[in-house]
């Protein structure tokens, strides 16, 4: 079975970075390739959107950003970790939101599945 666990959310001051990570792992400690790693976050009262996401491919890894952070943020994959990374510069009150990590994760058992993290809350006070 495969797990997402994300880390990094807090309370963080506007201006201040942060750095949010999305751990992939097989419960029986298999092998794991993660293909395409997203986050998303949702504030209160708002629909959830994508705000990066990272794919991976044989002719070169592509990243894409929402506008909102294009310009401040970075997502990358560490494969020797399994680990999806985004970096947040200069956070602003309106990032505060829930962020959660989506993953197409190959494994040998269960070929390429998306799995959902639980989520991390991001707080930016002004």
Same mark, same amino acid.
């Given at each position: 079975q495969v797990q997402l666990v994300e880390s990094g959310g807090g309370l963080v001051q *506007?201006?201040?970075s942060l750095r949010l990570s999305c751990q992939v792992s097989v419960v029986s400690g298999g092998r794991v390739i993660i293909n395409v790693g997203t986050w998303y976050r949702q504030a209160p009262g708002k629909q959830r959107e994508s705000v990066a996401s990272y794919t991976s491919r044989a002719s070169g890894d592509t990243t894409s950003y929402? @506008? *909102?952070l294009k310009d401040r943020s970075r997502i990358s994959i560490d494969k020797d970790k399994n680990t999806v990374i985004l970096q947040? @510069?200069?956070l602003k009150?309106? @990032?505060t939101a829930v962020y959660s990590?989506? *993953?197409n994760v190959w494994t040998p058992s269960t070929g390429s599945v998306y799995y959902w993290g639980q989520g991390t809350q991001v707080t930016v006070s002004s």
């Open positions: *506007a201006g201040k929402s @506008d *909102a947040v @510069d200069n009150p309106e @990032d990590c989506n *993953a």
